[in-house]
């Protein structure tokens, strides 16, 4: 009996490999015998270099610049037998520093992280997208990596959007030559424009700590880098990824865009991991409408159909129909608060629910 556990996290309770731990634990001890493949996944935001790691990838830390200029230390992921290198951008320029300077937060740490990928050698670049504190459009990423961004009287512009709002001309001649010859994937769960009503400041600036004004500049100030750059690229699918950072990838590093899961199935071998498989196991925190719209349990839930293997999904709060859901390629979904109805004992204590969970589902499923 093979099981394919292949969940993300559970934000704020539990990472991608805890969820793999506890579920297997679960199935194991209602069904002797049971073989558990552990494949944690994510969709290109928190969590990804782990993912990768725990699917055999060197981890690798280097100092970068954070969002709002401070040093962190921040990691990417290695494999030497092909020069992949997975970049996720939350490493060095993420909310995980905090959201309080939306106008000036920077991406540049996350163009330094491409460039220690350079330096080791990468011929491939998934670059992971999602959780970023930053709306500048990608302008300190390519910065970073060798870009010039000028005002009108020749200075370098300040940092963020609102740097970028002086921005008089541009010039990516400079850019790391290395990049020419690297292939580079812009790995998102969202294909948002860069501006708009549905562009990275309006949908987006407010998580990140913008007022309505605050937005309202951000919107402007990257429709008028666009001008500068490339206007055709604004409206392409990914450009308001993580702040705009999709566009900067797509106009100066040359990416090619792709649903985040995708990407990371792939990278993380999941045919290969589920080859012999009589079910696959994925998940995340919330099962909700944004689920439906890329994020890693149903592309993993149709990768599995595609392989002719069921899929069901572990989850702390379902709230998608099992129509819904079904239509998704994910058979029944499992809720922890099915189990402990209230939130905050149900995150406290999700590792022993989610046991009580898998334990259902051999019921179900393994019988």
């Not at 992971?128 to 500048?136: F, P, R």
């Not at 099962?287 to 989850?315: F, I, S, W």
């Not at 702390?316 to 058979?331: D, F, H, K």
Request: aromatic share 4%; with cysteine; net charge negative.
């Amino acid at each position: 009996m093979r099981v394919l556990i292949a969940s993300d996290k559970f934000k704020g309770s539990l990472t991608a490999v805890e969820v793999a731990e506890h579920v297997g634990a679960g199935l194991r001890r209602a069904v002797a015998g049971t073989e558990v493949v552990a494949l944690p996944v994510a969709d290109g935001g928190d969590g990804t270099v782990d993912a990768a790691v725990a699917a055999g990838y060197e981890r690798r830390e280097v100092p970068v610049t954070g969002p709002a200029g401070q040093r962190v230390r921040a990691a990417y992921a290695f494999r030497r037998a092909d020069g992949t290198a997975v970049v996720e951008m939350a490493e060095a320029s993420g909310l995980r520093y905090g959201a309080g300077a939306p106008l000036t937060a920077t991406t540049y740490g996350t163009g330094e992280l491409v460039r220690a990928a350079l330096d080791a050698g990468a011929r491939t670049i998934v670059l992971g997208v999602g959780g970023s504190a930053t709306t500048d459009g990608g302008a300190g990423m390519l910065a970073a990596l060798g870009a010039r961004f000028l005002d009108g009287a020749g200075r370098p512009v300040g940092p963020g959007g609102a740097g970028v709002a002086a921005l008089a001309t541009a010039d990516l001649s400079g850019l790391d030559p290395r990049l020419s010859g690297t292939a580079v994937v812009l790995a998102s769960d969202v294909d948002n424009p860069l501006t708009g009503p549905r562009g990275a400041a309006a949908v987006y600036g407010p998580q990140k700590g913008a007022s309505p004004d605050d937005v309202a500049v951000l919107d402007a100030a990257l429709a008028h880098f666009a001008r500068v750059l490339e206007p055709a690229l604004a409206d392409a699918p990914g450009a308001g990824a993580a702040g705009g950072v999709g566009y900067g990838a797509l106009v100066g590093l040359g990416a090619t865009f792709r649903p985040g899961i995708e990407v990371m199935l792939d990278v993380l071998g999941f045919e290969r991991a589920v080859a012999g498989c009589r079910l696959v196991i994925t998940g995340e925190g919330s099962l909700d409408e944004q689920t439906l719209h890329g994020k890693a349990p149903v592309g993993v839930a149709r990768a599995a159909r595609a392989c002719g293997v069921d899929a069901v999904a572990v989850c702390g709060r379902l709230a998608v129909a099992p129509a819904a859901l079904a239509a998704a390629g994910i058979s029944r979904a499992y809720a922890l608060t099915d189990l402990e109805p209230d939130p905050e004992r149900c995150m406290a204590h999700a590792g022993p629910l989610l046991e009580r969970a898998a334990e259902s589902i051999a019921r179900d499923f393994l019988g």
